[in-house]
């Protein structure tokens, strides 16, 4: 069984930066495909940042594109998101998760394995 446990969320001012962790155990063998989402307060989830490890590429919505940074420790088994110039906007809790499916990036439905979600909270 696999269990996600993000870390790293926390208060912020506007312009700040945050790093998210999430640590996988388990036998993640086969499962190269993850990414973090948010919920915003009263908003659905949404992608913010993938990483096929196959193929080794990374995508971003355009509302983070050039301020998200998502990585991959293989040692450790675990997922990184570096938050920089952070935003008010940029509140919500964040969740990391894992697929052993490819598909549509940011399609929730395909991914198996998700964390508790952690929170992050950006004033102005």
């Known amino acids: 069984q696999v269990q996600l446990v993000e870390s790293g969320g926390g208060s912020v001012q506007a312009g700040g930066s945050l790093i998210l962790s999430c640590a996988a155990s388990?036998?993640?063998?086969?499962?190269?495909?993850w990414a973090w989402f948010r919920q915003p307060p009263g908003k659905e989830r949404e992608g913010v940042a993938s990483l096929n490890t196959i193929a080794k590429s990374r995508l971003y919505p355009t509302s983070v594109k050039g301020r998200f940074t998502i990585s991959h420790d293989n040692a450790k088994n675990t997922l990184y998101l570096q938050m920089n110039g952070l935003k008010p906007e940029d509140t919500a809790m964040y969740y990391c998760?894992?697929?052993?499916?490819?598909?549509?990036?940011?399609?929730?439905?395909?991914?198996?394995?998700w964390g508790q979600g952690t929170q992050v909270t950006v004033s102005s």
């Open positions: 998760a894992l697929s052993t499916k490819s598909g549509t990036v940011f399609d929730q439905n395909r991914y198996d394995y």
């Open positions: 388990g036998n993640t063998y086969g499962s190269s495909y």
